[in-house]
């Protein structure tokens, strides 16, 4: 059973850039696809992006192509989220998930393990 915690995230202006982790314990990370959400207030949550067991397969939401880039290392068990030219429409509380499958999916309710959550602020 793996275990997510979250780290980064915080109050950045438009055009700025963060940085999430999402590291592994309990597991070794490259057992499963891991998935980043985001929620903003008063909306559901949303995928956002998601890189295969390997790390050879990603997938992203259209809003960030171009912006965001996740990356897996499986050395450091962790997951990164890289999000350049951040916008207002960005900020909400992000969340990693993982699955123990093969392919990466876009439903919540696809995948089992979640972390804390992390707040990303973007002022215009």
């Known amino acids: 059973q793996v275990h997510l915690v979250q780290s980064g995230g915080g109050l950045v202006q438009a055009g700025g850039s963060l940085r999430l982790s999402c590291a592994a314990s309990g597991s070794t990370i490259e057992f499963y696809n891991i998935g980043w959400f985001r929620q903003a207030p008063g909306k559901e949550r949303e995928f956002v992006t998601g890189?295969?067991?390997?790390?050879?397969?990603?997938r992203y939401t259209d809003s960030v192509k171009g912006r965001f880039t996740i990356s897996k290392d499986n050395a450091e068990n962790t997951v990164y989220l890289q999000m350049n030219s951040l916008k207002p429409e960005d900020t909400a509380v992000y969340y990693c998930a993982a699955r123990p499958k093969l392919d990466i999916s876009t439903l919540q309710s696809d995948y089992g393990y979640w972390g804390q959550g992390t707040q990303v602020t973007v002022s215009s």
């Open positions: 890189i295969n067991k390997s790390g050879s397969n990603t």
